[in-house]
């Protein structure tokens, strides 16, 4: 098993992160750090490893081949620059850096490969099962319609999000988006319109993105999608339940005993960390995410 650091057991650890960790074979933790000592202690009795007092102490171990960096408090961006400096491999969380801020961070402070973001929804169980589904049963996507969250300060990183898993869905770069406020009963949505490098039939796959106001989120959820593809529709309820329709055949699914999002991307980190070729996610793709949606939103400066 490869040994690697934890950097923070905060408020995702025992719903998320420590399940996925026990649940999968490649990865050992070796040593522990957390903002909160308490915290930190726990987690390492728990794992039967070292706590140390500082993010410096626990990269300063040799025999770790990547860290996990999930909480990082009050350090921020530092902690991966830091990881990057001494040629550690990271796996980060939203919670612990903030995107926007890790993406403009400069290039030449963080290796793109030597990161891998957290982009959750690409590696849900629902987003799995679709990408079966259009390799095999449904065909290629003709077309992506998103009802996504708003949040209640800034849009941009929820649109990146979004933006982000359309690219991944697809497999293919954007090569055209618009937007603009679309009049509902309730309330105005941002209404965001792709297009895809991809085409099919001589017109390039397209998709559309709504981010509903942060209270209509709260009462219907935070993300679906229905999904055209050339021999039906596929709809994703959330991110343990799919439902799809051909001509010949309609089923709904719970996928509640497949991977979660973060046993896949640790196994993914894994492999990535013995020098496989991985489709895993990296720092360009969350700055391609963000500039998309900053041009969406019309905010240049984030």
């Known amino acids: 098993m ?26 050992k933790v070796a040593a522990v750090y957390d903002p909160i000592a308490v915290r930190g202690e726990s987690a390492a009795r728990d794992f039967e490893v070292p706590h140390v007092s500082s993010v410096r102490e626990l990269l300063a171990r040799k025999n770790l081949r990547g860290v996990l960096v999930l909480e990082t408090g009050w350090l921020g961006t530092w902690a ?43 590696y849900t169980p629902s987003t799995i099962r679709l990408r079966e589904l259009t390799a095999t049963t449904l065909g290629s996507i003709d077309f992506i319609s998103i009802q996504g969250a708003a949040s209640n300060g800034s849009d941009v990183w929820a649109l990146a999000e979004l933006i982000d898993w359309c690219r991944f869905v697809v497999q ?39 981010l509903r106001p942060p209270e209509e989120s709260r009462a219907n959820g935070g993300f ?33 005993d497949d991977r979660s999002s973060a046993h896949v991307q640790l196994d993914l ?21 963000l500039r998309l949606a900053n041009e969406a939103t019309g905010d240049a400066d984030l």
């Open 2 to 27: 490869l040994p690697v650091g934890l950097i923070g057991a905060g408020e995702e650890w025992e719903s998320t992160w420590r399940p996925a960790i026990l649940a999968q074979s490649r990865l």
């Open 80 to 122: 991966a620059r830091e990881a990057n400096r001494r040629h550690k491999p990271i796996l980060v969380t939203q919670r612990a850096v903030s995107f926007p801020e890790l993406a403009a961070v400069g290039e030449g402070e963080i290796e793109d490969l030597g990161l891998q973001p957290d982009l959750r929804k690409r």
């Open 172 to 210: 293919s770069s954007v090569v055209k988006l618009t937007a603009e406020w679309q009049e509902t009963d309730s309330a105005p949505v941002r209404l965001v319109r792709l297009l895809f490098r991809r085409e099919k039939a001589g017109k390039p796959i397209a998709a559309e993105i709504r």
């Open 224 to 256: 679906t999608a229905e999904v055209a593809c050339a021999t039906g529709t596929i709809w994703v309820r959330d991110n343990r339940r799919i439902g799809w329709r051909t001509n010949e055949d309609s089923r709904d699914e719970e996928l509640s």
């Open 269 to 289: 980190f894994a492999r990535r960390l013995v020098g496989a070729p991985v489709p895993a996610a990296t720092l360009d793709d969350v700055r391609v995410a």
